[in-house]
């Protein structure tokens, strides 16, 4: 118990020296000094302390020998402390101040990786994604030979993953919404937005692997949009979900939908003959 009690004493002392230690770094006037303990903060994986320092003298190293180091150290220890939003504006600062800079072309990377740090699940608001999207398209334009040019390419396929996740969700949705029309406040109905959900998203996302699942809604939302229509366009709703079951089939022919299109396929045919036996 004694050793127990000597040793959380002990660990409040160095903690006590610590505190004390860096309040008289923080107070000194001489910025020289407090950028030398910054860098010592941050090579020892002190960042939050780092950031501090960092932030208190990076105004008066600008134009110094230090200027562009101790911003790309800021972004550094930001990225770090995992505060990626705040990383990601001084990482984007770094490159407006200093475009041809020693650490331009990281920070331009490091820019885009922040915000892939941040950003949310494929059911959630995507902002975040798309402005990472931007941010490594611009590093890959900037940098054609960029040293982080495989792992930027990986990310940008990630989060165009993330994208098309956001629109196939978006799209199940509404085809699980069905006839609801409680959330159609502008007019036409959860299987019509459906079908143009996922059109666009296979438009916007030809290489897509959800190809395939996209195809699926949109020709099951057009059967049962055909099966809810009025009188005058019932017929011509059954003909177009026909087409689009056999589309889907001559894509797919091996998919596990296969045998939902063909019912799909006969159920309409039986709508469409009699039109034509008359």
């Known amino acids: 118990m004694k050793k127990i009690i000597l040793v959380a004493f002990t660990i409040l002392l160095l903690l006590s020296s610590c505190a004390r230690e860096f309040n008289q770094v923080y107070r000194t006037p001489d910025y020289h000094y407090k950028y030398e303990y910054a860098k010592e903060c941050f090579a020892n994986g002190k960042y939050q302390r780092a950031t501090t320092i960092l932030q208190e003298v990076i105004t008066q190293l600008k134009g110094t020998t230090d200027a562009q180091e101790s911003l790309y150290m800021l972004a550094m220890a930001e990225f770090c402390n995992r505060d990626y939003e705040t990383a990601s504006e001084t990482f984007k600062r770094y490159v407006k101040t200093y475009p041809r800079g020693v650490y331009a072309e990281m920070a331009s990377y490091y820019a885009g990786q922040s915000l892939y740090m941040c950003t949310p699940e494929a059911r959630l608001d995507q902002t975040e994604t798309v402005k990472a999207i931007a941010a490594f398209q ?113 894509e797919y022919p091996d998919s596990k939908s296969r045998k939902l299109a063909e019912e799909y396929v006969n159920k309409c045919k039986k709508v469409t003959s009699t039109v034509v036996d008359e």
Not at 138 to 151: G, N, R, V, W
Not at 169 to 193: D, H, I, K, R
Not at 233 to 239: A, G, I, P, S, T
Request: glycine share 4%.
């Open 138 to 250: 611009d590093y890959l334009d900037l940098y054609p030979d960029a040293q982080m040019k495989e792992q930027a390419q990986s990310r940008l396929f990630a989060l165009q993953d993330k994208l098309v996740e956001k629109e196939l969700y978006s799209a199940q949705l509404y085809y699980n919404l069905g006839t609801y029309f409680g959330n159609c406040t502008e007019g036409g109905n959860n299987y019509e937005a459906c079908i143009v959900t996922s059109e666009n998203a296979l438009k916007d996302y030809p290489y897509s692997s959800k190809r395939e699942d996209f195809a699926l809604l949109i020709m099951k939302s057009k059967y049962e949009l055909a099966k809810q229509s009025v009188e005058e366009k019932r017929v011509e709703r059954f003909q177009n979900a026909e087409d689009e079951a056999y589309g889907f089939i001559n």
